[in-house]
């Protein structure tokens, strides 16, 4: 019980920096591309790359605070069914081109990010 509650506020502060940032970046960019949904996934990314690599180093995170960083915030934050919903609307609306961008760029660039994150970590 205790860890489920450890990923569920880890969730619940997740959940509120997707939506804040996401409404914000969309707000500043005024495009009906989900340039929110993708920003908040490749920081996602990053992050996470970052959690495991300091868990990899050991002693670094304890096994209760890489669940609260990993599974509850960056699950949080991070937003798979918002990007298939978003996709689905795209294609709906024929705009075939934006959708294959937004899946390429989300796969490479959340690649990229989690690699970067791992990476600085490996290297500080």
């Known amino acids: 019980m205790r860890i489920l509650l450890i990923i569920g506020s880890g969730g619940f502060i997740g959940s509120i920096a997707r939506y804040v940032l996401s409404q914000w970046m ?4 005024e495009t009906t591309f989900p340039i929110g949904t993708l920003t908040v996934n490749i920081i996602g990314s990053f992050l996470i790359g970052i959690i495991y690599a300091l868990s990899e180093k050991g002693g670094i995170l304890s096994p209760e ?9 960056c699950g949080g934050f991070t937003t798979f069914s918002s990007f298939a919903y978003e996709n689905f609307n795209m294609v709906g609306f024929q705009q075939y081109l934006f959708s294959a961008i937004y899946i390429g760029a989300s796969l490479f660039l959340g690649l990229i990010a989690v690699y970067l994150g791992n990476l600085a970590i490996k290297f500080f």
């Open 65 to 73: 605070l890489r669940m609260f960083l990993a599974v509850g915030i």
């Open 26 to 29: 969309q707000r500043i960019f």
